[in-house]
């Protein structure tokens, strides 16, 4: 899911950012849906059977609606099948189906983040984002959240019985009594009651314990997704500060293969080098560590985030050549022959009459190969007389006018088909087809089939913050030989997207995009303001000991006019 389509960008989901330029994706299919509709089932199943288990307990065996599976109307007849828990269990069973379904449409495994956790324009007003409390959060979206579970809950009211009695009652009535059958001794007969189980009381104790069922659901997604979304702090102390090595925990998470820690460690290392100068001075201070000095870690991790934007922008131009397929080394093997070697000595002797009846067959479909062969040449042809031809056009001139005759052309048949697919396009229908410029560009800047903002705009922070605030922190005056280089980083970045996201065609199925310079894409909009941001704050910092730090008049000259464009804007 892209997040809102005005800066500023506000959060993400922690699974990413999804940046495939088809915006639908499928609902089925992979493991991890398959298994969450499992666990809607599985949990259902325990407390449908723990629910029954206590109604029955409560009423001592004795009420007719949550009584055992049998059930007897006088003493001396057999026991037989009760359906109304059979009932019971096929609502309750819709009821996980119909979560399952709403869970994959409207994504309830997201957990938004906030992208932008500071001032974009500038990196030295940093103040920390308020994040809203987890409770705040469910007051707020309580009142939401119970109206729509009531909503699903009374519309079982309805639909219950008419889609247990329409597709479910025989199927649930079969397999029941085939596993009753194996615990008691029932009757012979497969058919289930000629009266429906739908007593008052049934329906209302089914919509009523369906609703806090849903409600229990959605209010576990919600408290999950609000209690996730905290930022990475301990009682007002970063994460990894228990940890026996901070820096080594932090870079470990920095460089995970998975997102959660990842996304969590950018984070927890933004308010490390906004909040804490304790933290900031040890990734200074620690340059003994495996794999180099904590700062060269820091800054390789992040100027791989910032410059992955410009290599994802030069393969879209020049996408790299497919690999060759490997040659077959060695004597090649010789192709299965297909046909019978050729005919030695004199060729133009006949052939001797087939005798059998393959060589009767063999024989024919060679005749009939010559004779199609032969003839051909003669079919293709038009036809040469002219009376023929003038014949041919006169019919096709009264049968046909000169609008159909255009139609049936290959450029009218052409015409046509782009006509009804535009068409279908511009419909609701056609909505999912539609490759935006918006959503293909930021396919590109973020990266398919996913890709993380938050992460581009946390790396940008970071370098900035912590090549300023190394002016007073640096004991060993490591980062300034660094300085340049993220220097050079910026000033590259930003005309490589203005000028990509100038220049990117629009696609066919875009059919909604109306005015050519209205070329607003929030993703990269929001990259180019942190990036100008960041380059105004170095060039300030450290203008005046440019020359020291190796960058040259022409570079500074090229940063700060990179660096001016949009800040009236």
């Known amino acids: 899911m892209l997040a809102p389509e005005t800066p500023p960008l506000l959060s993400k989901p922690l699974s990413n950012i999804r940046s495939a330029t088809v915006p639908f994706r499928p609902l089925v299919g992979t493991c991890s849906q398959h ?16 629910y029954t288990g206590l109604r029955m307990e409560s009423r001592l065996g004795i009420d007719p609606v949550f009584d055992v599976n049998l059930t007897t109307s ?15 269990r096929v609502v309750f069973f819709s009821l996980a189906i119909m979560q399952s379904v709403i869970h994959l449409v409207f994504d309830y495994d997201r957990v938004l983040l906030p992208v932008t956790k500071g001032n974009v324009q500038s990196t030295a007003d940093q103040r920390p984002q308020i994040l809203v409390a987890p409770l705040a959060q469910l ?3 309580l009142p939401g959240l119970v109206q729509s579970v009531l909503l699903r809950s009374m519309s079982m009211i309805v639909l219950g019985p008419l889609v247990y009695s329409l597709f479910l009652r025989k199927t649930a009535w079969s397999w029941t009594l085939f596993i009753a059958k ?15 189980p739908y007593h008052i009381s049934l329906i209302g104790r089914s919509a009523y314990s369906g609703f806090l069922l849903v409600l229990l659901w959605e209010t576990t997604n919600v408290t999950f997704a609000a209690y996730v979304a905290q930022a990475p702090l301990k009682k007002e102390h970063a994460l990894t500060d228990d940890s026996r090595d901070p820096n080594g925990s932090l870079i470990a998470g920095l460089r995970a293969k998975k997102d959660v820690p990842r996304i969590f460690a950018f984070w927890e290392l933004f308010y490390i080098s906004q909040r804490f100068p304790n933290r900031r001075k040890s990734f200074f201070q620690d340059i003994d560590r495996k794999g180099g000095a904590t700062w060269t870690q820091i800054l390789n991790i992040c100027l791989d985030e910032i410059q992955g934007v410009n290599i994802r922008v030069i393969e879209f131009h020049n996408p790299p050549p497919l690999a060759p397929t490997p040659t077959q080394q060695g004597n090649p093997q010789p192709l ?41 040449t003669h079919t293709s042809k038009p036809p040469s007389s002219p009376r023929v031809t003038k014949l041919l056009t006169d019919g096709r001139d ?5 609008e159909h005759q255009r139609q049936l052309t290959p450029q009218g048949i ?9 068409d279908f396009l511009r419909s609701p229908l056609g909505v999912p087809f539609h490759q935006t410029l918006q959503r293909r560009i930021a396919a590109v800047i973020l990266g398919t089939p996913y890709g993380d903002l938050g992460t581009i705009l946390d790396s940008i922070d970071i370098l900035t913050r912590l090549a300023i605030c190394s002016l007073t922190e640096d004991p060993y005056g490591r980062v300034q030989s660094d300085v340049p280089t993220i220097i050079r980083t910026f000033t590259s970045t930003i005309p490589n997207l203005e000028s990509f996201k100038r220049n990117m065609p629009i696609h066919w199925t875009d059919v909604k995009y109306k005015d050519e310079g209205e070329r607003s894409v929030p993703e990269v909009d929001i990259i180019i303001a942190s990036l100008r941001g960041g380059l105004r704050e170095l060039l300030k910092a450290f203008g005046e000991y440019a020359e020291n730090l190796g960058l040259s008049m022409g570079e500074m000259r090229i940063a700060r006019e990179t660096a001016t464009v949009g800040e009236g804007e």
Do not use: C, D, H
């Open 35 to 50: 298994g969450g509709s499992a666990k809607y089932m599985y949990g259902l199943r325990r407390i449908v059977q723990t």
């Open 74 to 88: 006088r003493a001396y007849e057999r026991p037989r099948l009760n359906e109304r828990p059979i009932y019971l």
């Open 139 to 141: 007051r707020a979206l």
């Open 398 to 402: 009264k049968v046909l006018s000169k």
């Open 182 to 196: 194996m615990l008691w001794n029932l009757p012979r007969s497969s058919n289930p009651p000629v009266i429906p």
């Open 414 to 422: 052409k015409a046509q088909v782009t006509t009804y697919m535009l």
């Open 336 to 376: 299965p022959r297909l046909s019978e070697p050729l005919k030695q000595g004199n060729v133009f002797t006949n052939s001797p009459a087939p005798s059998t009846r393959i060589e009767k067959v063999q024989s024919s479909v060679s005749n009939v190969a010559k004779w199609v062969a032969q003839n051909q």
